[in-house]
């Protein structure tokens, strides 16, 4: 079983203990799809004494967003930077 399973398990584990449905942990953790979001789900968990279903779904959400956030940032990035290399070398000289 890799890492990746393992926080799964975790976060469905943990949900379960916050007296939530386990199909709610199993919706969690296929929603959120690295092991680092599922961690930082787990650290929101564990830190929360009294947690409301909708304040959980609500930081599933924000994580899934930094994540988007984060994706085209580095997207935008590269993309910045094949430009920059494309106007120092000249339209001719880049293949």
Known sequence: MNEKELKR???ISLIIRK?????FGIVLANELHTEK???????????SKH??????????????ADFAS????????YN???YNE??????????
């Open 86 to 95: 494309l106007l120092a070398k000249g339209i001719d000289d880049h293949s």
């Open 19 to 23: 007296g939530f449905p386990k199909e």
């Open 51 to 64: 947690v409301k279903m909708e304040d959980i779904v609500d930081e599933m959400l924000a994580i899934q």
């Open 9 to 11: 398990k975790q976060l």
């Open 70 to 77: 984060y994706r085209q940032k580095k997207i935008t990035e």
């Open 37 to 47: 979001q599922i961690s930082r789900m787990i650290g929101y968990l564990l830190q």
């Open 80 to 82: 910045n930077a094949k």
